[in-house]
């Protein structure tokens, strides 16, 4: 298993009640980060969208995460 | 001043039309989206804007650059606040400069679209009896 580490903002940081967790996932594949954190938090399946990106870059789900590689939760975003 | 910023307390307006005025410009377009008192007919009392700041600033450095392609811009401004926004300030403003007002038009409301889709920046309205991320449900 891969430990992933992952920052959260707006209403994610609220599901996760943290703003940092370690996700646990086979090979550190996004899909694989995505389904886990649903499973163990069924509100993101709520939310109108859930991207991710990594360091500073929207990534797709099958993007595999990198040791040391920090992984960022983007719910619905909404400036302006 | 950087083309593109994210603010803690009030955005200058006025620097950011002088950042993006040249001799060369005929027309300068702002954008300015301030933060209004109600929302579906609930009374909204303030706003708080939360960003990922390192992405958020790349986002909009993105936006700048892709409108600079597809418009003849002098230049381009993209700014917003974080934190806690009363009623009636801004919480962005995006200044363009081109020879004719058109680019500037367009390019103007290209950015704000973008950025209302792309930018990792997240608002929250406040009432009187509760507060909610704006736009996480569907």
């Known amino acids: ?80 | 001043m950087d083309a593109v910023a994210l603010h803690t307390t009030a955005l200058p307006t006025t620097a950011i039309e002088a950042f993006v005025s040249t001799p060369t410009s005929g027309g300068i377009v702002i954008f300015v989206g301030t933060v209004r008192n109600q929302t579906r007919n609930k009374a909204v009392q303030h706003l708080f804007f939360e960003a990922y700041q390192p992405m958020a600033l790349s986002e909009m450095k993105k936006i700048v650059e892709a409108a600079k392609t597809q418009w003849p811009l002098h230049k381009i401004a993209i700014h917003h606040r974080l934190g806690n926004v009363a009623i009636g300030e801004a919480a962005v403003v995006i200044a363009c400069s081109s020879a004719h007002r058109q680019a500037a038009f367009e390019a103007c409301a290209y950015a704000i679209n973008t950025l209302k889709e792309t930018v990792p920046i997240w608002k929250k309205e406040f009432f009187e009896d509760g507060e909610v991320w704006v736009a996480a449900h569907p």
Do not use: H, N
Not at chain 1, 5 to 15: L, P, R, S, T, V
Not at chain 1, 21 to 47: H, M, N, T, V
Not at chain 1, 53 to 67: F, I, L
């Open chain 1, 1 to 80: 298993m891969i430990t992933t580490e992952i920052i959260a903002f707006g209403i994610a940081k609220d599901i996760l009640k943290q703003k940092k967790i370690l996700c646990q996932s086979p090979s550190g594949k996004i899909s694989e980060i995505r389904q886990k954190l649903i499973a163990d938090y069924p509100e993101f399946e709520r939310l109108s969208s859930l991207k991710f990106a990594v360091e500073t870059r929207y990534v797709s789900d099958d993007y595999v995460v990198k040791s040391r590689e920090i992984v960022v939760l983007i719910p619905p975003v909404s400036g302006g």
